[in-house]
Antibody
Framework: EVQLVESGGGLVQPGGSLRLSCAAS????????MTWVRQAPGKGLEWVAN????????HYVGSLKGRLTISRDNAKSSLYLEMNSLRVEDTAVYYC???????????????????WGQGTLVTVSS | DIQMTQSPSTLSASVGDRVTITCRAS??????LAWYQQKPGKAPNLLIY???SLQSGVPSRFSGSGSGTEFTLTISSLQPDDSATYYC?????????FGPGTKVDIK
């Protein structure tokens, strides 16, 4: 069974930093791109970033570029999101999601997300 | 960036009704569109990918159509469990973007 479990959320002051983690199980982690999506309270979904299987390629939403770093550790089947200079408007549930399925350069699916974690809440407030 | 719009923003329908949600892209995205269902307090659930392909395990009353800039999600016979918010997402180009969502209520 595919499982994605996020952790690391919590209350942080404006200007602070946080590192989110996502532990993956039930599938071959290094065969998939991975993605972060966030959702502010009562608002819609916002795609944040994704990363290629081997970590050699990353993409970010423009408004957050420079303040976020997505990374992964395939040996630990884990995905990370480092967030710096946090603002009140970064308050959201952050979801980890599985994305594109590729094996040895052949891709079998595209960049939609077929499995999601339950999310971790980040609250930025003084 | 590609902007996604959805209509209506909310709809209320009865059990058994046929329901259609429209999603429009600000520029052509071929068929690189997904639909997700999200219930309160839960993670989104993938329903449709590549505009019209039904994700495994999703009931066949859900279907998708369209290409280019206009897409639809149809629920052929609305069920009580379908009360949720539905989002479209384009994955044609970065940044990937979601529509604002359509909330479906059961009368």
């Amino acid at each position: 069974e595919v499982q994605l479990v996020e952790s690391g959320g919590g209350l942080v002051q404006p200007g602070g930093s946080l590192r989110l983690s996502c532990a993956a199980s039930g599938f071959i982690f290094n065969n998939y791109w991975m993605t972060w999506v966030r959702q502010a309270p009562g608002k819609g979904l916002e795609w944040v970033a994704n990363i290629k299987q081997d970590g050699s390629e990353e993409h970010y939403v423009g408004s957050l570029k420079g303040r976020l770093t997505i990374s992964r550790d395939n040996a630990k089947s884990s995905l990370y999101l480092e967030m710096n200079s946090l603002r009140v408007e970064d308050t959201a549930v952050y979801y980890c999601a599985r994305s594109r399925h590729c094996i040895e350069g052949l891709c079998y699916t595209s960049y939609y997300s077929d499995y999601w974690g339950q999310g971790t809440l980040v609250t930025v407030s003084s | 960036d590609i902007q996604m719009t959805q209509s209506p923003s909310t709809l209320s329908a009865s059990v058994g009704d046929r329901v259609t949600i429209t999603c429009r892209a600000s520029q052509t995205i071929s068929s690189w569109l997904a639909w997700y269902q999200q219930k309160p307090g839960k993670a989104p659930n993938l329903l449709i990918y590549k505009a019209s392909s039904l994700q495994s395990g999703v009931p066949s009353r859900f279907s998708g159509s369209g290409s280019g800039t206009e897409f639809t999600l149809t629920i052929s016979s609305l069920q009580p469990d379908d009360s949720a918010t539905y989002y479209c997402q384009q994955y044609n180009s970065y940044p990937l973007t979601f529509g604002p969502g359509t909330k479906v209520d059961i009368k």
